[in-house]
T-cell receptor, first 114, second 118 residues
Framework: GNSVTQMEGPVTLSEEAFLTINCTYT??????LFWYVQYPGEGLQLLLK?????DKGSNKGFEATYRKETTSFHLEKGSVQVSDSAVYFC?????????????FGTGTKLQVIP | EPEVTQTPSHQVTQMGQEVILRCVPI?????FYWYRQILGQKVEFLVS????????KSEIFDDQFSVERPDGSNFTLKIRSTKLEDSAMYFC????????????????FGSGTRLTVV
């Protein structure tokens, strides 16, 4: 079935370091891909998305490119800040039987230290 | 920007008690969902709801769980007799898209209700 695999955390970086959080997926058809962020004590927020191959989603300095050839959607940011400390979830969305379905990765905790 | 609102933000209940988690989806949305996240684990699908009925449910969503849209604005999740392992963050989500027309809009999630069963 459809699934998402993302790198294990926690990831600890110094402020202004480069961030990559890997995400790969298994799916049939043409799914959409998302990154959600969960700040401490808060709910899930949509960070960015890409709906077809080669699309690049971007928001708040984060980027991810939908790569069908490698079935990947890695999250990147050129210079992280302490305020980026959160758990990041990669998610896959597809249609099945006329309804949307979403499955999430296990989440990667990012800790940015000053 | 429209929000999905969940109440309460935190609920503590004794094992065996019934709890009702409340959600107010975005007003023009038609599809509603409950997910849960046990601490430190992945976000898991519980149930989807459309046109006043369950459209799909996971194996987690057993007879102890039920959902309802009692008044056209609220969307509730009831756990009939809570167990310790029901302790988790419960997220409500809604969307306005039909999969056949506009896939990719994503869901709008509420901020969650942290349920602690003691």
């Amino acid at each position: 079935g459809n699934s998402v695999t993302q790198m294990e955390g926690p990831v600890t970086l110094s402020e202004e370091a480069f961030l990559t959080i890997n995400c790969t997926y298994t799916a049939t058809g043409y799914p959409s891909l998302f990154w959600y962020v969960q700040y401490p004590g808060e709910g899930l927020q949509l960070l960015l998305k890409a709906t077809k191959a080669d699309d690049k989603g971007s928001n708040k300095g984060f980027e991810a490119t939908y790569r069908k050839e490698t079935t990947s959607f890695h999250l990147e940011k050129g210079s992280v800040q302490v305020s980026d400390s959160a758990v990041y979830f990669c998610a896959l969305q597809w249609n099945s039987g006329g309804y949307q379905k979403v499955t999430f990765g296990t989440g990667t905790k990012l800790q940015v230290i000053p | 920007e429209p929000e999905v609102t969940q109440t309460p933000s935190h609920q503590v209940t004794q094992m065996g008690q019934e709890v009702i988690l409340r959600c107010v989806p975005i007003s023009n949305h038609l599809y509603f969902y409950w997910y849960r996240q046990i601490l430190g684990q992945k976000v898991e699908f519980l149930v989807s709801f459309y046109n006043n009925e369950i459209s799909e449910k996971s194996e987690i969503f057993d007879d102890q769980f039920s959902v309802e849209r009692p008044d056209g604005s609220n969307f509730t999740l009831k756990i009939r007799s809570t167990k310790l392992e029901d302790s988790a963050m419960y997220f409500c989500a809604s969307s306005d898209t039909n999969a056949k027309t506009r896939l990719g809009r994503g869901y709008t999630f509420g901020s969650g209700t942290r349920l602690t069963v003691v």
